[in-house]
């Protein structure tokens, strides 16, 4: 479960995102997505839990002055699920060139 802080702050990272101002790199490898702010680096990555039978997200929030890190996750069981997988999506799509 991803506590309110750290949703009001994904919800601020999705926006800024969707709107051009911070791009992301896409691991489809590892179906992780990053990116590097001025001071924080936020990794999310996903896995399906073959035993409980949910896809799971991971977030990361890695303070760099301190290198300090925290770590979220959230499954398709809860409510920001959606917020976590609404980030996730816009992440990887957003170095994209949709060039017409």
């Known amino acids: 479960m ?7 702050f994904l919800r601020k990272l999705r926006q800024k995102t969707e709107s051009g ?3 992301w790199s896409y691991d489809d490898e590892n179906a992780t997505v990053k990116t590097e702010l ?3 680096a936020v ?7 073959s035993i409980e ?3 799971v997200f991971r977030v ?3 303070d760099k002055p301190t290198n300090r ?3 979220f996750s959230t499954s398709q069981e809860y409510d920001d699920f959606k917020l976590v997988k ?4 816009s992440a990887q799509s957003s170095d994209f060139n949709f060039d017409f």
């Open 60 to 62: 990361q929030i890695i």
């Open 69 to 71: 890190e925290a770590q």
């Open 21 to 23: 101002d911070i791009s």
């Open 43 to 49: 990794i999310i990555s996903y896995t399906f839990d």
């Open 2 to 8: 991803i506590p309110t802080k750290t949703a009001d």
């Open 38 to 40: 001025a001071k924080l």
């Open 86 to 89: 609404s980030v996730y999506d």
């Open 53 to 55: 039978e949910v896809g």
